[in-house]
Protein backbone atom coordinates (compact mmCIF):
# COMPACT_ATOMS: atom_id res chain seq x y z
CA UNK A 1 0.00 0.00 0.00
CA UNK A 2 2.68 2.59 0.57
CA UNK A 3 4.44 2.03 -2.77
CA UNK A 4 1.07 2.45 -4.75
CA UNK A 5 1.10 5.55 -1.92
CA UNK A 6 4.78 6.94 -3.13
CA UNK A 7 3.88 5.77 -7.12
CA UNK A 8 1.09 8.22 -6.91
CA UNK A 9 2.74 10.70 -5.03
CA UNK A 10 5.82 10.65 -7.84
CA UNK A 11 3.29 10.66 -10.71
CA UNK A 12 1.50 13.81 -9.40
CA UNK A 13 4.81 15.31 -9.22
CA UNK A 14 6.52 14.82 -12.32
CA UNK A 15 3.00 15.49 -13.86
CA UNK A 16 3.49 19.00 -14.45
CA UNK A 17 7.34 18.90 -15.73
CA UNK A 18 5.43 16.22 -18.11
CA UNK A 19 2.79 18.74 -19.45
CA UNK A 20 5.12 21.83 -19.92
CA UNK A 21 7.33 19.23 -22.06
CA UNK A 22 4.03 17.95 -24.26
CA UNK A 23 3.07 22.08 -24.81
CA UNK A 24 6.99 23.22 -25.77
CA UNK A 25 6.87 20.40 -28.01
CA UNK A 26 2.89 20.99 -29.32
CA UNK A 27 3.12 24.91 -29.64
CA UNK A 28 6.70 25.12 -31.05
CA UNK A 29 7.20 25.68 -34.56
CA UNK A 30 9.73 25.20 -37.15
CA UNK A 31 10.56 28.70 -38.25
CA UNK A 32 12.67 30.59 -36.08
CA UNK A 33 11.32 33.02 -33.56
CA UNK A 34 12.66 36.86 -33.59
CA UNK A 35 15.77 36.95 -31.83
CA UNK A 36 16.50 32.84 -32.39
CA UNK A 37 18.14 34.91 -35.64
CA UNK A 38 20.81 35.32 -33.94
CA UNK A 39 21.34 31.49 -33.63
CA UNK A 40 20.75 30.70 -37.21
CA UNK A 41 22.97 32.99 -38.42
CA UNK A 42 26.09 32.15 -36.79
CA UNK A 43 26.19 28.69 -38.80
CA UNK A 44 25.55 30.60 -41.76
CA UNK A 45 28.39 32.82 -41.36
CA UNK A 46 30.54 30.08 -39.91
CA UNK A 47 30.26 28.39 -43.38
CA UNK A 48 31.62 31.24 -45.05
CA UNK A 49 34.92 31.35 -43.75
CA UNK A 50 37.46 28.88 -43.15
CA UNK A 51 38.96 30.70 -40.24
CA UNK A 52 39.18 28.78 -36.86
CA UNK A 53 39.39 32.38 -35.38
CA UNK A 54 36.94 34.31 -37.48
CA UNK A 55 34.55 31.06 -36.56
CA UNK A 56 34.99 31.57 -33.11
CA UNK A 57 34.14 35.40 -33.09
CA UNK A 58 31.10 34.40 -34.42
CA UNK A 59 30.46 31.97 -31.34
CA UNK A 60 31.18 34.84 -28.58
CA UNK A 61 29.65 37.87 -30.58
CA UNK A 62 27.99 39.81 -28.08
CA UNK A 63 23.69 39.74 -28.45
CA UNK A 64 22.65 42.41 -26.69
CA UNK A 65 24.32 42.35 -23.02
CA UNK A 66 25.14 38.50 -23.57
CA UNK A 67 28.03 36.37 -25.28
CA UNK A 68 25.96 33.67 -25.84
CA UNK A 69 28.83 30.66 -26.96
CA UNK A 70 26.55 27.93 -25.52
CA UNK A 71 23.64 28.42 -26.71
CA UNK A 72 24.94 28.97 -30.42
CA UNK A 73 26.72 25.96 -29.31
CA UNK A 74 23.64 23.90 -28.63
CA UNK A 75 22.05 24.87 -31.92
CA UNK A 76 25.48 24.50 -33.80
CA UNK A 77 25.38 21.03 -32.58
CA UNK A 78 21.69 20.27 -33.40
CA UNK A 79 22.74 21.09 -36.88
CA UNK A 80 25.57 19.00 -37.38
CA UNK A 81 23.45 16.24 -35.90
CA UNK A 82 19.97 16.85 -37.42
CA UNK A 83 21.73 18.24 -40.49
CA UNK A 84 19.11 21.26 -39.87
CA UNK A 85 18.04 23.39 -37.41
CA UNK A 86 15.85 21.42 -35.32
CA UNK A 87 13.84 24.49 -33.98
CA UNK A 88 11.24 22.26 -31.36
CA UNK A 89 14.15 19.54 -30.48
CA UNK A 90 16.09 22.94 -28.85
CA UNK A 91 13.34 23.82 -26.67
CA UNK A 92 12.57 20.84 -25.44
CA UNK A 93 16.10 20.64 -24.59
CA UNK A 94 16.42 23.81 -22.89
CA UNK A 95 13.08 22.91 -20.99
CA UNK A 96 14.44 19.71 -20.40
CA UNK A 97 17.24 21.45 -17.99
CA UNK A 98 14.95 23.74 -16.56
CA UNK A 99 12.63 21.00 -15.12
CA UNK A 100 15.91 19.47 -13.89
CA UNK A 101 16.13 22.69 -11.24
CA UNK A 102 13.02 20.27 -9.25
CA UNK A 103 15.70 17.96 -8.62
CA UNK A 104 17.93 20.50 -6.65
CA UNK A 105 14.51 22.16 -4.89
CA UNK A 106 14.10 17.88 -4.18
CA UNK A 107 17.38 17.97 -2.49
CA UNK A 108 17.20 20.50 0.01
CA UNK A 109 13.44 19.41 0.64
CA UNK A 110 14.72 15.78 1.35
CA UNK A 111 16.84 17.36 4.80
CA UNK A 112 13.86 17.71 6.08
CA UNK A 113 12.69 14.50 6.45
CA UNK A 114 9.02 14.90 6.05
CA UNK A 115 6.74 13.00 3.83
CA UNK A 116 6.89 12.94 -0.32
CA UNK A 117 3.22 14.09 -0.34
CA UNK A 118 4.70 17.53 1.36
CA UNK A 119 7.10 18.47 -1.68
CA UNK A 120 3.79 18.47 -3.83
CA UNK A 121 2.84 21.85 -4.69
CA UNK A 122 6.95 22.73 -6.08
CA UNK A 123 5.96 21.26 -8.95
CA UNK A 124 2.94 23.06 -9.70
CA UNK A 125 3.99 26.08 -8.57
CA UNK A 126 7.05 25.58 -11.42
CA UNK A 127 5.79 23.97 -14.36
CA UNK A 128 3.39 26.47 -15.64
CA UNK A 129 2.72 29.04 -18.99
CA UNK A 130 3.10 32.49 -17.12
CA UNK A 131 6.51 32.50 -18.81
CA UNK A 132 5.61 31.34 -21.82
CA UNK A 133 8.38 32.56 -23.97
CA UNK A 134 10.48 30.38 -22.67
CA UNK A 135 7.94 27.86 -24.32
CA UNK A 136 8.68 27.98 -27.65
CA UNK A 137 11.66 30.91 -27.94
CA UNK A 138 14.71 29.22 -28.49
CA UNK A 139 17.28 31.87 -27.64
CA UNK A 140 14.90 32.45 -25.06
CA UNK A 141 14.80 29.18 -23.00
CA UNK A 142 18.62 28.08 -24.03
CA UNK A 143 19.36 31.71 -22.01
CA UNK A 144 16.88 32.39 -19.42
CA UNK A 145 15.57 29.41 -17.94
CA UNK A 146 18.71 27.02 -18.81
CA UNK A 147 20.91 29.95 -16.72
CA UNK A 148 18.72 29.25 -13.26
CA UNK A 149 19.83 25.37 -14.08
CA UNK A 150 23.14 26.04 -14.03
CA UNK A 151 23.03 28.62 -11.44
CA UNK A 152 21.46 26.63 -9.39
CA UNK A 153 23.86 23.98 -10.19
CA UNK A 154 26.50 25.73 -9.18
CA UNK A 155 24.91 26.42 -5.70
CA UNK A 156 24.56 22.81 -5.59
CA UNK A 157 28.39 22.18 -6.26
CA UNK A 158 29.99 24.67 -3.83
CA UNK A 159 27.38 23.17 -1.18
CA UNK A 160 29.19 19.72 -1.91
CA UNK A 161 32.21 20.94 -1.94
CA UNK A 162 32.87 20.50 -5.90
CA UNK A 163 35.07 23.17 -6.48
CA UNK A 164 36.31 21.52 -9.85
CA UNK A 165 32.52 21.29 -11.04
CA UNK A 166 31.98 25.13 -9.54
CA UNK A 167 34.30 26.46 -11.60
CA UNK A 168 32.95 24.22 -14.55
CA UNK A 169 29.57 25.41 -14.14
CA UNK A 170 30.50 29.14 -14.18
CA UNK A 171 32.52 29.43 -17.46
CA UNK A 172 29.30 27.68 -19.23
CA UNK A 173 27.02 30.01 -17.09
CA UNK A 174 29.01 32.61 -18.01
CA UNK A 175 29.16 31.95 -21.86
CA UNK A 176 25.25 31.32 -21.97
CA UNK A 177 23.61 34.71 -20.44
CA UNK A 178 25.28 37.67 -19.30
CA UNK A 179 24.80 37.38 -15.01
CA UNK A 180 26.36 33.79 -15.50
CA UNK A 181 29.65 36.02 -14.59
CA UNK A 182 27.81 36.96 -11.13
CA UNK A 183 27.62 33.70 -10.14
CA UNK A 184 31.56 34.71 -8.91
CA UNK A 185 29.37 36.26 -5.67
CA UNK A 186 28.76 32.43 -5.15
CA UNK A 187 32.24 31.16 -5.49
CA UNK A 188 33.18 33.96 -3.33
CA UNK A 189 30.14 33.54 -0.02
CA UNK A 190 30.69 29.81 0.01
CA UNK A 191 34.81 29.67 -0.09
CA UNK A 192 34.77 32.31 2.62
CA UNK A 193 31.89 30.37 4.72
CA UNK A 194 34.58 26.86 4.41
CA UNK A 195 37.62 29.19 4.69
CA UNK A 196 38.62 27.74 1.75
CA UNK A 197 41.64 29.73 0.87
CA UNK A 198 43.49 28.48 -1.81
CA UNK A 199 40.54 27.94 -3.60
CA UNK A 200 39.78 31.46 -3.27
CA UNK A 201 42.73 32.64 -4.71
CA UNK A 202 42.29 30.20 -7.84
CA UNK A 203 38.54 30.79 -8.06
CA UNK A 204 39.18 34.58 -8.28
CA UNK A 205 42.14 34.18 -10.58
CA UNK A 206 39.51 32.55 -13.08
CA UNK A 207 36.86 35.04 -12.40
CA UNK A 208 39.33 37.92 -13.60
CA UNK A 209 40.73 36.48 -16.12
CA UNK A 210 37.34 35.31 -17.68
CA UNK A 211 35.57 39.21 -17.14
CA UNK A 212 38.92 40.27 -18.79
CA UNK A 213 37.69 38.19 -22.10
CA UNK A 214 34.43 38.54 -21.37
CA UNK A 215 34.53 42.10 -21.18
CA UNK A 216 36.61 43.30 -23.92
CA UNK A 217 35.10 44.95 -26.92
CA UNK A 218 32.01 45.22 -24.82
CA UNK A 219 29.05 47.41 -26.02
CA UNK A 220 26.52 48.57 -23.70
CA UNK A 221 23.29 46.36 -24.68
CA UNK A 222 20.13 47.91 -26.98
CA UNK A 223 18.23 47.83 -23.96
CA UNK A 224 19.96 48.35 -20.78
CA UNK A 225 20.04 52.00 -19.39
CA UNK A 226 21.50 51.93 -15.92
CA UNK A 227 21.24 55.64 -15.58
CA UNK A 228 17.19 55.91 -16.63
CA UNK A 229 16.55 53.77 -13.98
CA UNK A 230 18.61 55.06 -11.46
CA UNK A 231 16.85 57.80 -11.80
CA UNK A 232 13.84 56.31 -11.10
CA UNK A 233 14.89 54.66 -7.81
CA UNK A 234 10.79 54.09 -6.54
CA UNK A 235 10.41 52.61 -9.68
CA UNK A 236 13.93 50.64 -9.84
CA UNK A 237 13.00 49.67 -6.50
CA UNK A 238 9.50 48.64 -7.23
CA UNK A 239 10.69 46.18 -10.20
CA UNK A 240 13.05 44.69 -8.01
CA UNK A 241 9.83 42.96 -5.90
CA UNK A 242 7.54 42.50 -8.59
CA UNK A 243 10.44 40.38 -10.42
CA UNK A 244 10.02 38.38 -7.40
CA UNK A 245 6.31 38.01 -7.32
CA UNK A 246 5.14 38.66 -10.51
CA UNK A 247 4.00 35.18 -10.38
CA UNK A 248 0.72 37.07 -9.16
CA UNK A 249 0.40 38.80 -12.67
CA UNK A 250 -1.25 35.16 -13.87
CA UNK A 251 -4.07 36.88 -11.53
CA UNK A 252 -4.29 40.05 -14.18
CA UNK A 253 -4.94 43.02 -11.55
CA UNK A 254 -2.02 45.31 -11.85
CA UNK A 255 1.14 45.40 -9.88
CA UNK A 256 0.53 45.58 -6.49
CA UNK A 257 -0.15 41.87 -5.95
CA UNK A 258 3.60 41.22 -8.15
CA UNK A 259 5.05 43.85 -5.85
CA UNK A 260 3.48 42.35 -2.54
CA UNK A 261 4.43 38.90 -3.37
CA UNK A 262 7.79 39.75 -4.05
CA UNK A 263 8.37 42.02 -0.95
CA UNK A 264 6.67 38.78 1.28
CA UNK A 265 8.72 35.98 -0.72
CA UNK A 266 12.18 37.59 -0.52
CA UNK A 267 11.78 39.43 3.21
CA UNK A 268 10.36 35.75 4.51
CA UNK A 269 13.19 34.16 3.11
CA UNK A 270 15.68 36.89 4.77
CA UNK A 271 13.94 36.77 7.48
CA UNK A 272 14.87 32.93 7.66
CA UNK A 273 18.01 33.66 6.43
CA UNK A 274 19.93 36.57 7.59
CA UNK A 275 19.57 35.53 11.43
CA UNK A 276 21.24 32.32 10.59
CA UNK A 277 24.12 33.54 9.35
CA UNK A 278 24.53 36.09 12.12
CA UNK A 279 24.68 33.25 14.30
CA UNK A 280 27.15 31.45 12.53
CA UNK A 281 29.72 34.21 12.18
CA UNK A 282 29.43 35.44 15.70
CA UNK A 283 28.45 31.82 17.26
CA UNK A 284 30.43 29.74 15.29
CA UNK A 285 26.32 27.97 14.46
CA UNK A 286 26.49 25.30 11.65
CA UNK A 287 24.45 26.15 8.76
CA UNK A 288 22.89 23.57 7.77
CA UNK A 289 23.08 21.86 3.89
CA UNK A 290 19.24 22.84 3.50
CA UNK A 291 20.30 26.71 5.19
CA UNK A 292 23.40 26.93 2.25
CA UNK A 293 21.35 25.56 -0.72
CA UNK A 294 18.63 28.23 0.42
CA UNK A 295 21.05 31.15 0.93
CA UNK A 296 22.93 30.22 -2.61
CA UNK A 297 20.24 30.18 -4.70
CA UNK A 298 18.99 33.01 -2.61
CA UNK A 299 22.47 35.25 -3.38
CA UNK A 300 22.01 34.86 -7.19
CA UNK A 301 18.88 35.04 -7.50
CA UNK A 302 18.84 38.76 -6.10
CA UNK A 303 21.85 39.77 -8.32
CA UNK A 304 19.75 38.65 -11.15
CA UNK A 305 16.89 40.89 -10.09
CA UNK A 306 19.14 43.77 -9.14
CA UNK A 307 20.81 43.42 -12.60
CA UNK A 308 17.67 43.33 -14.61
CA UNK A 309 15.67 46.33 -12.10
CA UNK A 310 18.89 48.56 -12.46
CA UNK A 311 19.38 48.09 -16.53
CA UNK A 312 15.65 47.38 -17.54
CA UNK A 313 12.82 49.63 -15.09
CA UNK A 314 12.90 52.50 -16.89
CA UNK A 315 11.20 51.15 -19.27
CA UNK A 316 8.30 49.94 -17.27
CA UNK A 317 6.48 51.57 -15.54
CA UNK A 318 3.95 49.83 -14.48
CA UNK A 319 6.25 46.76 -13.15
CA UNK A 320 4.90 44.31 -15.97
CA UNK A 321 7.39 42.00 -15.86
CA UNK A 322 8.35 40.22 -19.49
CA UNK A 323 6.94 36.86 -19.86
CA UNK A 324 10.57 35.82 -20.16
CA UNK A 325 11.58 36.09 -16.87
CA UNK A 326 7.97 35.16 -15.54
CA UNK A 327 10.01 31.58 -14.19
CA UNK A 328 12.21 33.33 -11.75
CA UNK A 329 9.20 33.81 -9.43
CA UNK A 330 8.04 30.56 -9.32
CA UNK A 331 10.90 29.47 -8.62
CA UNK A 332 12.05 31.80 -5.26
CA UNK A 333 8.46 30.91 -4.00
CA UNK A 334 8.86 27.52 -4.33
CA UNK A 335 11.89 28.39 -1.63
CA UNK A 336 9.62 30.24 0.03
CA UNK A 337 7.59 27.35 0.74
CA UNK A 338 10.13 25.09 1.79
CA UNK A 339 11.25 27.66 4.02
CA UNK A 340 7.16 27.14 5.39
CA UNK A 341 7.83 23.57 5.75
CA UNK A 342 11.24 24.03 7.70
CA UNK A 343 9.68 26.90 9.84
CA UNK A 344 6.61 24.80 10.93
CA UNK A 345 8.10 21.43 11.07
CA UNK A 346 6.80 20.63 14.06
CA UNK A 347 3.81 22.69 14.99
CA UNK A 348 1.44 23.37 11.22
CA UNK A 349 3.95 21.69 8.40
CA UNK A 350 0.30 19.40 7.20
CA UNK A 351 -1.66 22.58 6.95
CA UNK A 352 0.85 24.65 5.22
CA UNK A 353 1.88 21.68 2.86
CA UNK A 354 -2.32 20.83 2.22
CA UNK A 355 -3.28 25.11 2.06
CA UNK A 356 -0.22 25.42 -0.97
CA UNK A 357 -1.25 21.85 -2.28
CA UNK A 358 -4.38 23.42 -3.34
CA UNK A 359 -3.48 26.78 -3.95
CA UNK A 360 -0.36 25.87 -6.41
CA UNK A 361 -2.99 23.48 -8.57
CA UNK A 362 -5.35 26.48 -8.70
CA UNK A 363 -2.38 28.62 -9.85
CA UNK A 364 -1.38 25.70 -12.04
CA UNK A 365 -4.60 25.87 -13.34
CA UNK A 366 -5.48 29.37 -13.98
CA UNK A 367 -2.58 30.34 -15.83
CA UNK A 368 -2.68 27.24 -18.27
CA UNK A 369 -6.48 29.24 -18.75
CA UNK A 370 -4.69 32.51 -18.73
CA UNK A 371 -1.32 31.73 -21.18
CA UNK A 372 -1.78 28.87 -23.55
CA UNK A 373 -3.35 31.62 -25.98
CA UNK A 374 -0.28 32.91 -26.20
CA UNK A 375 1.56 30.20 -26.96
CA UNK A 376 -1.40 29.27 -29.73
CA UNK A 377 -0.85 32.52 -31.42
CA UNK A 378 2.98 32.80 -31.43
CA UNK A 379 2.82 29.29 -32.78
CA UNK A 380 0.02 30.45 -35.35
CA UNK A 381 2.18 33.68 -36.17
CA UNK A 382 4.90 31.14 -37.11
CA UNK A 383 2.75 28.86 -39.33
CA UNK A 384 1.34 32.14 -41.15
CA UNK A 385 4.56 33.89 -41.92
CA UNK A 386 6.36 30.94 -43.61
CA UNK A 387 3.35 31.45 -45.93
CA UNK A 388 4.21 35.48 -46.17
CA UNK A 389 7.85 34.46 -46.52
CA UNK A 390 7.40 32.10 -49.44
CA UNK A 391 5.38 34.50 -51.07
CA UNK A 392 6.71 37.79 -50.54
CA UNK A 393 9.99 37.35 -48.54
CA UNK A 394 8.04 39.28 -45.79
CA UNK A 395 7.24 38.27 -41.94
CA UNK A 396 4.21 40.01 -40.70
CA UNK A 397 4.73 39.97 -37.88
CA UNK A 398 8.06 41.80 -37.38
CA UNK A 399 9.16 45.49 -38.30
CA UNK A 400 10.07 46.63 -42.07
CA UNK A 401 13.63 47.03 -40.27
CA UNK A 402 14.19 43.68 -38.70
CA UNK A 403 12.72 42.05 -42.45
CA UNK A 404 15.20 43.78 -44.57
CA UNK A 405 17.85 43.24 -42.30
CA UNK A 406 17.03 39.27 -42.56
CA UNK A 407 16.55 39.03 -45.41
CA UNK A 408 19.61 37.66 -47.57
CA UNK A 409 20.74 35.19 -44.32
CA UNK A 410 17.94 33.75 -44.30
CA UNK A 411 17.50 32.82 -47.67
CA UNK A 412 21.42 31.59 -47.92
CA UNK A 413 20.01 29.69 -44.65
CA UNK A 414 16.73 27.94 -46.59
CA UNK A 415 19.11 27.77 -49.69
CA UNK A 416 21.36 25.01 -47.85
CA UNK A 417 19.05 23.68 -45.79
CA UNK A 418 19.96 25.33 -42.59
CA UNK A 419 16.49 25.75 -41.77
CA UNK A 420 14.02 23.40 -43.29
CA UNK A 421 10.42 25.22 -42.04
CA UNK A 422 7.44 23.07 -42.80
CA UNK A 423 4.26 24.46 -44.61
CA UNK A 424 0.71 23.79 -43.04
CA UNK A 425 -1.13 26.37 -44.85
CA UNK A 426 -1.70 26.86 -48.86
CA UNK A 427 0.77 29.04 -49.88
CA UNK A 428 -1.78 30.07 -53.05
CA UNK A 429 -5.87 30.49 -52.89
CA UNK A 430 -8.08 30.33 -55.21
CA UNK A 431 -10.94 32.70 -55.12
CA UNK A 432 -14.09 30.49 -56.48
CA UNK A 433 -14.71 29.74 -52.83
CA UNK A 434 -17.99 30.35 -50.46
CA UNK A 435 -18.82 33.94 -49.08
CA UNK A 436 -20.35 34.13 -45.73
CA UNK A 437 -22.14 37.82 -45.54
CA UNK A 438 -22.95 37.06 -41.45
CA UNK A 439 -19.04 37.59 -40.95
CA UNK A 440 -18.66 41.33 -39.26
CA UNK A 441 -14.97 42.81 -38.98
CA UNK A 442 -14.02 46.26 -37.62
CA UNK A 443 -10.62 47.45 -38.84
CA UNK A 444 -8.51 50.50 -37.02
CA UNK A 445 -4.64 51.82 -37.41
CA UNK A 446 -3.33 52.40 -34.43
CA UNK A 447 0.00 53.70 -33.29
CA UNK A 448 1.96 51.39 -31.22
CA UNK A 449 4.83 53.05 -29.32
CA UNK A 450 8.37 50.49 -28.82
CA UNK A 451 11.48 51.83 -26.89
CA UNK A 452 14.78 50.82 -26.51
CA UNK A 453 17.79 52.59 -24.65
CA UNK A 454 18.15 54.89 -27.54
CA UNK A 455 14.40 56.27 -27.82
CA UNK A 456 11.01 55.91 -28.33
CA UNK A 457 9.39 55.00 -32.05
CA UNK A 458 5.80 54.73 -33.19
CA UNK A 459 4.97 51.50 -35.71
CA UNK A 460 1.35 51.30 -36.97
CA UNK A 461 -0.08 48.65 -36.93
CA UNK A 462 -3.57 47.50 -38.45
CA UNK A 463 -5.95 45.84 -35.92
CA UNK A 464 -8.90 43.99 -36.78
CA UNK A 465 -11.44 42.41 -34.46
CA UNK A 466 -14.58 40.13 -35.06
CA UNK A 467 -16.70 39.88 -32.23
CA UNK A 468 -18.93 37.25 -32.62
CA UNK A 469 -16.94 34.03 -34.39
CA UNK A 470 -17.40 30.71 -33.13
CA UNK A 471 -15.45 27.32 -33.81
CA UNK A 472 -12.49 26.70 -35.06
CA UNK A 473 -9.88 29.81 -34.88
CA UNK A 474 -9.28 30.97 -38.39
CA UNK A 475 -6.33 32.74 -40.33
CA UNK A 476 -7.10 36.36 -41.73
CA UNK A 477 -6.53 36.03 -45.43
CA UNK A 478 -5.43 38.98 -47.00
CA UNK A 479 -5.46 38.88 -51.13
CA UNK A 480 -4.38 41.36 -53.29
CA UNK A 481 -5.39 42.80 -56.37
CA UNK A 482 -2.76 40.69 -58.25
CA UNK A 483 -0.04 38.40 -56.54
CA UNK A 484 -0.52 35.70 -53.88
CA UNK A 485 -2.32 35.50 -50.61
CA UNK A 486 -0.76 36.80 -47.29
CA UNK A 487 -1.83 35.27 -43.83
CA UNK A 488 -2.06 36.57 -40.19
CA UNK A 489 -3.54 34.88 -37.44
CA UNK A 490 -6.07 35.44 -34.89
CA UNK A 491 -5.64 35.32 -31.20
CA UNK A 492 -8.37 34.61 -28.91
CA UNK A 493 -8.23 35.20 -25.24
CA UNK A 494 -9.83 33.28 -22.60
CA UNK A 495 -13.63 33.81 -21.52
CA UNK A 496 -14.31 35.39 -17.66
CA UNK A 497 -14.51 33.17 -15.43
CA UNK A 498 -18.15 33.78 -14.92
CA UNK A 499 -18.82 33.18 -18.30
CA UNK A 500 -16.82 30.23 -18.40
CA UNK A 501 -19.74 28.74 -16.16
CA UNK A 502 -22.69 29.79 -17.46
CA UNK A 503 -22.04 29.84 -20.79
CA UNK A 504 -19.64 27.01 -20.78
CA UNK A 505 -17.34 28.09 -22.91
CA UNK A 506 -13.30 28.54 -22.16
CA UNK A 507 -12.64 31.07 -24.78
CA UNK A 508 -14.17 34.26 -25.47
CA UNK A 509 -15.98 34.42 -29.23
CA UNK A 510 -14.09 37.23 -30.05
CA UNK A 511 -10.96 37.40 -32.31
CA UNK A 512 -8.53 39.43 -32.85
CA UNK A 513 -4.94 39.98 -34.36
CA UNK A 514 -2.51 43.21 -35.62
CA UNK A 515 0.25 43.29 -38.05
CA UNK A 516 2.01 46.03 -38.92
CA UNK A 517 0.85 48.01 -41.77
CA UNK A 518 3.89 48.93 -43.27
CA UNK A 519 4.77 45.08 -44.59
CA UNK A 520 1.77 45.35 -46.55
CA UNK A 521 1.97 47.72 -50.27
CA UNK A 522 -0.40 50.10 -51.19
CA UNK A 523 -3.21 48.34 -52.94
CA UNK A 524 -7.38 46.74 -52.31
CA UNK A 525 -7.13 43.20 -50.54
CA UNK A 526 -9.81 40.89 -50.25
CA UNK A 527 -10.39 39.43 -47.01
CA UNK A 528 -11.07 36.11 -46.40
CA UNK A 529 -11.45 33.60 -43.61
CA UNK A 530 -8.60 31.01 -44.37
CA UNK A 531 -8.95 27.23 -42.52
CA UNK A 532 -7.08 24.65 -42.45
CA UNK A 533 -7.93 22.81 -45.61
CA UNK A 534 -10.75 25.56 -46.86
CA UNK A 535 -11.20 29.22 -47.38
CA UNK A 536 -13.81 31.23 -46.47
CA UNK A 537 -14.39 34.25 -48.31
CA UNK A 538 -15.88 37.91 -46.27
CA UNK A 539 -17.29 40.73 -48.25
CA UNK A 540 -14.98 43.20 -47.31
CA UNK A 541 -12.19 44.62 -49.19
CA UNK A 542 -8.90 46.50 -47.34
CA UNK A 543 -7.92 49.54 -48.96
CA UNK A 544 -4.27 51.07 -48.39
CA UNK A 545 -3.85 54.19 -49.93
CA UNK A 546 -0.36 55.83 -50.84
CA UNK A 547 -0.78 57.94 -47.90
CA UNK A 548 -0.83 54.66 -45.70
CA UNK A 549 -3.97 55.46 -44.38
CA UNK A 550 -6.49 52.28 -44.37
CA UNK A 551 -10.50 51.85 -45.29
CA UNK A 552 -12.91 48.75 -44.91
CA UNK A 553 -14.91 48.62 -48.12
Not at 97 to 126: H, I
Amino acid sequence: MKSVAKLSAWVLILLPAVLLLFLVYHYSGTLFFADDFHLLKTIVWGQETDSIAEKFKLLVQQHNEHRILIPRLFTWLNYQLEGHIDWPVLMVFGNLLWCTVLYFLWDAFRTLKLSLWYFLPVPWLLFQPAYYDNYNWSISVLQQSVIVFLLAWLVYSFVNRRFLLAIFIFLIGTFTHGNGIFGVAVGVAFLVLYKEWKWLWIWLAVCLSTAVFYFYGFEKGQNADFLQSLTHPVQMFGYFFAFFGSAAEVLGVGFVPSVSLGILVFGGIAWYGIPRVYAHYRFNVSLSYFDKLLLGNLLFLSITALLVAVSRSWSSPDLDIPPRYAHYSPYLTAWFYLVGLAVFYRLAAKGWAISWSIGAVLFNLVSHLNYVSDLEYRRDWLTADYVNWLNYQTFLEYQPSFNHNIRDVYSSALARGICRPTLSLPASTTLRTAMDSSIVLGVELVENPTADASGKTFEKEIVFVDKNFSGEIPFLCLIPEAGPAMMVPFYRGRNGYRKMLTEQRLRKPEISTRFFSDNLPSGTYRIGYQFRDSLLMSRYRLNIDNERSIKLL
